[in-house]
């Protein structure tokens, strides 16, 4: 009888014992999911955040650039309007070469403003990508060190769990 007794309260004090290391290793579990999920969560915000922010630069001298090359399109227009005037002007009074000559001054001062507002832009916009790449991969990088340094608590406190269960054997 004691000897069924003991046994029956040692099964007892053994399964109370591993539920509430069970219950112990649970707790460093999910604290360690908390942690890499807080960790994670992070990450993605910072990513997220330079992201927009490389847009909005991105976006700003894209706008500036279309802005200068449409000043710089308007003012040839306007250089090559006023010089075909005064080609309509000569060729009236019969000045065909000085006309003509006119004529060429114009096209060739509105083609150079034309592709220096071209080359502008492009200047721009490659700045821009260059700038939204640079915060883009910026970005990955924090949100990669921050995942593998939640990974590596996480598996920290799994290893101190297993290490503490009473099936543990070392």
Do not use: C, W
Request: no cysteine; glycine share 8%; aromatic share 2%.
């Amino acid at each position: 009888m004691k000897k069924s007794l003991v046994v029956v309260l040692s099964t007892l004090f053994a399964g109370a014992v591993g539920i509430a290391s069970a219950a112990e290793g649970d707790f460093f579990d999910r604290k360690g999911d908390r942690i890499d999920r807080r960790l994670d969560n992070r990450g993605d915000r910072i990513n997220d955040h330079l992201d927009e922010k490389g847009d909005r630069i991105n976006d700003r001298l894209d706008a500036r650039g279309d802005r200068i090359n449409d000043r710089l399109d308007a003012k040839g227009d306007r250089i090559n309007d006023r010089l075909d005037a005064l080609s309509e002007k000569a060729r009236a009074e019969g000045k065909t070469k000085l006309a003509e000559q006119l004529g060429r001054k114009g096209d060739r001062i509105e083609q150079r403003l034309d592709k220096r507002g071209d080359r502008i832009e492009a200047r721009l916009d490659q700045r821009g990508d260059r700038i939204e790449k640079h915060l883009d991969h910026k970005g990955d990088r924090i949100e990669r060190r921050l995942d593998r340094r939640g990974d590596r608590i996480d598996h920290r406190l799994d290893r101190r769990n297993r290490r503490d269960h009473p099936s543990y054997q070392h």
